[in-house]
Each structure stands twice: as C-alpha cells, then as structure tokens.
C-alpha cells in the first residue's frame, strides 16, 4: 500500500509486476468463478491472453474453498496432471475447452455447461442506454439529455437504473460501462459500478457465496485516471494506462469507460437488471470477516456525482448476451 502512495502512476516498478501472460504455452488447467472479490478478474484475463494452445477453463458456481475440496474437482485436475506430468494417455484431451457454469440466482444454475472457446462467438454486444429522467435502461438511444446527482462521500447516495427483460436473456462474458460524469465539489471521483439481478417485485436476487450474498458484477474507476490505451483496449474491455492524472475542472462533464468484471448470469423474463453507481465500493467477504475491511480505499470523493445522460451524453452498458 506505501507503494500505491510513493508511485501512483505506471511506471517501471509497476511495470515488473504486471504478468506476462504472452510468455505461458505450457498446459494450462484455469478453474474460476464469478462471484470472487479478488481473483475473478485476473483469473480470466490469464485464460485469455496465455499463449498455450493446450489450455482448459471451468468457471464454478460455488468459491474457490469449496471447489478446491469437491472429490470430484480433485479427480478432474488430478487427470490433468497424470496427462501432462506423468504423460498417461488418459483422454484427457477429449475434455470441453471451456465449461461454463451460468448463475441464475432465484432458480437452479448451469454447471458445466461445454463450450468451445471465451468470450463465446455467439455473444451479441448490446448497449443499454442510460435515462436519467426515469431511472430505466433503454434497447434504444435515449434522445432527452437529462442527469442523476447523488451525495458521493457518505456511503448512502447512489443513482441506479433498470431494464426489465420481456424475454429469458443470458449475459455472459466481459461488460462495459460508458459515463458522462462531473463532480460538483471535487477535481476527482471515485465510482464503483455494479452490475445485479431483481425479481419481477423488485427485490434482490444474489449469488450466494458461503452463506452471504455477492454484490454482482462489478467495476471501478478513479476519474482522474480515465485515459486508455488505444492499442490494448476493446470495444468491450477498456484497458487504463495510468499514465498521467487527469483532474477536473469546476462543470467539465467527462466520458469515462469502465470494465467490469465478467458474469455468466440468467435473467428470466419480468426480471429486471439494476445498474447501480455509487462513491463506495462493498464486498461479500466484509461481511465474512466483520471488522476487517478487505478494501482500504482511500477515496477521493467530496460533494455530489453527477451522471449526465441522453442526447450528446450517451451513457450506456455494454453488455454480451448469448443466443
């Protein structure tokens, strides 16, 4: 953490620390789940950059404690190891590349759904856009420029959107959200963005992960380090090059793209998805360790967000639904 504080920019230090995920083609045996605070991005990010050709990915739906203590999970990967460290010709190759577990809190998830390949091929990216005259995600752009304040330091303001789906929709893969945003009081914002299921009634409906609710898919962004790099980012995944500090100004309205973490998720229909923006950040495991905050944010935040949409100002989710 003194580390963050003397170099708050990349620089080399930090340079060496970033893995080089181009530089592994040996066999590769990736387990991951959507619901860990710490290592769900990461763990996805290594299954897709790694240069081995001889690679498998299973996404759990339970936490990595758990999973590591199945018998079955252990017999999966004690296969992988008989292949490739004894060189036993066991069949191992004939297991799916990818098996996917899809959350559907609420009803029954999928578990070890066979794909061939993540991202999946079929996904459709589509853009929800923002209205902050009703508070709902629109299929559609949004023509009225309209804006949602709330207080950003005291751990209660928060703006939130919604869409309710007409029909059984499944997003699964890696999301973006695109902001217009200003700070009033500020020359910075802290946003944390969460991405969560409803119930036709409006009420939440969250993976459980050991007993306690998991917040979502979600995302993270300080204002002042909104630049990108062009070359590594996607349409669908911004990539930030915390090179320099961009502060604000007093009224400057801003884009910022945010990632957010990936989710395999279904929504039936008359369930609804809530976009939830807010200036502080919330994690499952603060309930599973009370009194010790597993995030130690110092946050930047004073005075109102304000979250501009519609018009000029297209706010939108970006989200990968599967057919």
């Known amino acids: 953490a003194n580390m963050i504080h003397q170099y708050p ?39 897709c950059n790694i240069r081995s050709t001889e690679k498998w990915l299973r996404v759990h739906n339970t936490q990595e404690w758990v999973d590591y203590a199945d018998p079955e999970s252990r017999e999966d990967l004690r296969r992988f190891f008989d292949r490739y460290l004894k060189g036993i010709e066991n069949g191992w190759e004939e297991t799916p590349r990818v098996r996917l577990s899809i959350l559907d809190p609420g009803g029954r998830d999928i578990v070890n759904r066979p794909e061939k390949e993540f991202p999946l ?26 804006k949602a304040r709330y207080r950003s330091d005291d751990e209660q303001g928060k703006a939130t959107f919604t869409i309710r789906f007409t029909e059984d929709t499944e997003l699964t893969g890696f ?50 380090h909104r630049e990108l790099d062009e070359e590594k980012s996607t349409p669908y995944k911004p990539y930030l090059s915390h090179r320099q500090e961009q502060l604000l100004h007093d009224g400057e309205i801003v884009p910022v793209d945010i990632e957010i973490w990936p989710m395999g998720m279904i929504w039936h229909k008359g369930q609804q998805l809530r976009l939830t923006i807010q200036g502080f950040g919330k994690s499952w495991m603060d309930d599973l360790l009370p009194g010790i905050k597993m995030f130690n944010y110092h946050l930047r935040n004073r005075g109102d967000h304000i979250i501009h949409t519609g018009g000029k100002y297209e706010s939108y989710l970006l989200v990968p639904k599967i057919s």
Not at 9 to 37: C, G, H, Q
Not at 125 to 137: E, H, I, M, N, R
Not at 213 to 223: D, H, K, S, Y
Request: aromatic share 10%; proline share 7%.
């Open 9 to 47: 920019l990349m620089n080399s230090f930090w340079e060496d620390k970033i893995p080089r995920f181009e530089n592994i083609d040996v066999p590769a045996y990736i387990v991951a789940s959507w619901t860990n605070p710490i290592h769900t991005l990461g763990t996805f990010r290594a299954f």
């Open 121 to 146: 091929l079929r996904t459709e990216y589509v853009k929800l856009y923002l209205d902050a005259s009703t508070g709902l995600l629109s299929p559609g752009p949004v023509a009225k420029e309209s």
């Open 175 to 224: 999301m973006k959200l695109r902001l217009w945003v200003e700070a009033d009081g500020a020359d910075d914002m802290d946003l944390f963005v969460y991405v969560e299921k409803l119930d036709e009634q409006g009420n939440l409906l969250s993976p459980m992960v050991l007993g306690h609710p998991c917040p979502g898919a979600q995302g993270m962004l300080r204002v002042s």
